[in-house]
């Protein structure tokens, strides 16, 4: 039979008791051999004087040995049951004065219940040397205590008497009821955790102990596991796993979760998370592991994986045949509008060429991308801007356009309305804010906030924004569209006419269900 392991902390707590108690035992061996000489040395001859003439100088001693002795002694009447000397020790232990005690008799500090068990004890008595054994008593202040007695007969003032020592065990036998119920615990813990738990040897792999999880998930009886090895029974699919955690082991005291593959009995190969640490019993390091089988989970996870990758790349094909069709409608659009005259409805065609180019644009940045969740947004607004520039050239002009762009990231649905945004505005300065100059600066700047917000700017230093106009107001299709597209965003456009004109907004990420933006 194994022993059942006991928790290391406990086990160092009674192993402190067991000393302590050891030592004080040792002491009272020695005090019982001391009375034993004592005895024998005042036990009167049979013409009724002392048995030597060394009475007179053993005397002092005795009495000295016994008020200094550190553990309770008292001296009682076995006939009346009166205690007749006490010492110090017991003075101090129980809280009665010296004179309070020696007035008191031995059922004056026994509980009610266990007075017959007491007067049992006494009158059963028949050698001078005894170890009753464990007894109840009250103190003073009415506390019950548990003693560990040795009685010991002797003469007293010319009359037949009994010694009792006292150990106080009170402590270690709460501390032994709640080592017991701690043992409990962890063994019913232990037991019907419904993962495996093992206790194996450190060394060799030997199986100290294993629960119920263990045998249900392996498939093994007790009886084939107790006594073997883990590479007796072949349970690691690779042995190198088992090398790999007693070397952590042994350099850390523990491992958290730790996968490997573990052969069963009947042959199958589940695969496991470990987490294990090193305990010691009885001076010997053991692993104490605790294995939950993430099989049925990781098969799970990979039919989600395999969905993923599915929906990812039905969702690029969706956006790559979105591009494709916005590039087929730029076609349409430059077609038409080679047809037409008219340079007023030949630049309306190409402002819709410019919005669908944005959105073609974003459209192809997700099928470029790894995240479908969300596209480069700086790296669209530089390709954007650039396309701007090409299709608003004149040969007698020079506008500079100045990029300031964070490291930002927007999913599809905050990326769209944002870049029509932006082509609005800059179609707008590139057609409106220079007039007959030749040269000119418009600038884009898109920064992440410290709120959690995005702030979106573009500015120029033409002739500015006309006074006489509200810009919220407008009968031209652009700024409206514009506003439009910031109240979608959550946000509302804001100008400033100083050294040109600048439009300015903060924005939030937003995902669209519906009709309902949140």
């Not at 009886?221 to 955690?245: A, F, N, Q, Y």
């Not at 939950?292 to 994986?305: G, S, W, Y």
Request: with cysteine; glycine share 6%.
């Amino acid at each position: 039979m194994v022993p059942k392991p006991e928790c290391p902390d406990a086990h160092q707590r009674n192993r402190v008791l067991e000393e302590r108690i050891e030592t004080l035992e040792r002491e009272n061996s020695k005090l019982r051999d001391e009375n034993l000489l004592l005895k024998a040395r005042l036990v009167p001859s049979r013409d009724g004087t002392p048995a030597n003439d060394g009475e007179k100088t053993v005397r002092p001693w005795y009495r000295n040995l016994f008020e200094c002795h550190p553990l309770p002694l008292y001296i009682f009447d076995p006939g009346t049951l009166r205690i007749l000397l006490v010492n110090e020790a017991a003075v101090g232990h129980y809280g009665y004065t010296k004179e309070e005690f020696e007035g008191l008799r031995i059922l004056d500090i026994t509980p009610e219940e266990d007075i017959p068990k007491v007067l049992n004890a006494i009158r059963s008595s028949r050698s001078p040397l005894e170890k009753p054994g464990l007894f109840r008593q009250r103190k003073k202040d009415g506390t019950i205590i548990t003693v560990d007695i040795h009685s010991h007969q002797i003469d007293f003032d010319g009359r037949q008497a009994r010694l009792s020592m006292c150990l106080d065990v009170t402590d270690r036998i709460r501390a032994h009821k709640d080592l017991m119920q701690s043992e409990e615990k962890f063994r019913m813990a232990f037991m019907i955790s419904p993962d495996a738990v093992n206790i194996n040897r450190l060394e060799d792999g030997l199986y100290y102990d294993i629960n119920e999880g263990f045998l249900k998930t392996t498939g093994y009886s007790r009886e084939e596991v107790i006594g073997k090895t883990s590479l007796d029974l072949k349970i690691w699919v690779d042995p190198g796993d088992r090398e790999t955690l007693t070397r952590t082991l042994r350099e850390k005291g523990q491992v958290n979760n730790f996968e490997a593959l573990f052969r069963m009995k009947d042959g199958t190969v589940r695969e496991g998370l470990m987490s294990a640490k090193i305990m010691t019993l009885d001076d010997t390091p053991y692993i104490l592991n605790i294995t939950r089988d993430i099989t049925e989970m990781k098969i799970a996870q990979a039919r989600v994986q395999a969905s993923l990758q599915e929906k990812e790349i039905l969702l690029k094909e969706i956006n790559h045949r979105v591009k494709n069709n916005l590039q087929v409608v730029l076609s349409l659009l430059s077609l038409q509008a080679s047809y037409i005259q008219d340079p007023g409805y030949k630049e309306k065609f190409r402002e819709s060429q410019n919005r669908v180019r944005a959105i073609a644009i974003m459209h192809e940045e997700t099928c470029r991308g790894q995240d479908l969740a969300g596209v480069d947004f700086s790296s669209c607004v530089r390709k954007l801007v650039e396309d701007l520039a090409h299709s608003y050239h004149k040969p007698s002009r020079d506008i500079a356009l100045k990029l300031d762009l964070g490291d930002v990231r927007l999913v599809l649905d905050t990326a769209i309305p944002c870049s029509l945004i932006i082509t609005e505005l800059v179609s707008n300065a590139m057609k409106h804010a220079f007039g007959d100059r030749r040269e000119g600066v418009i600038e884009v700047r898109l920064r992440n906030s410290p709120s959690g917000e995005y702030f979106l700017q573009v500015s120029d230093n033409g002739e500015g924004f006309p006074e006489d106009l509200d810009f919220r107001n407008t009968r031209t299709m652009g700024l409206q569209f514009v506003h439009q597209m910031a109240a979608q965003l959550g946000s509302k456009l804001a100008m400033e006419r100083q050294n040109g004109t600048n439009f300015s907004m903060f924005f939030r990420e937003y995902h669209e269900v519906g009709t309902q933006v949140y």
